[in-house]
């Protein structure tokens, strides 16, 4: 992102589930997903553990949840949410493609 000459804040406490990459500028807002605890849909990364299924649904419920709510409240704010995914973010081609196509809207 400082290679796009892009100015932005990490982690902001001061924001509704502490986005993980803040563009004031842009009234955007990035957050970093792990695939398995935010559960990112059909992903291979979303798996859950064979063991103890009860206590993994409301830990899972429970994340999405509270991401859901933190979303809502930044766009009740005047800020456009964008999550990038784990799974996206480990390749950097595909990280690239996901940041240009974010900042390209802004
Ligand atoms: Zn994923």
Do not use: Y
């Amino acid at each position: 992102m400082h290679a796009r000459g892009l100015r932005f804040r990490l982690h902001r406490r001061d924001l509704p589930g502490t986005p993980d990459v803040v563009l004031p500028g842009r009234r955007l807002v990035v957050f970093v997903h792990g695939c398995f605890w935010h559960r990112h849909p059909g992903c291979r990364g979303c798996t859950t553990p064979g063991t103890r299924p009860e206590f993994w649904k409301n830990k899972f419920d429970a994340n999405v949840a509270r991401d859901r709510k933190a979303t809502e409240a930044l766009i009740q704010a005047g800020w456009r949410v964008e999550t990038i995914w784990e799974c996206e973010a480990r390749d950097a081609n595909t990280l690239s493609r996901r940041l240009d196509a974010m900042f390209d809207q802004a």
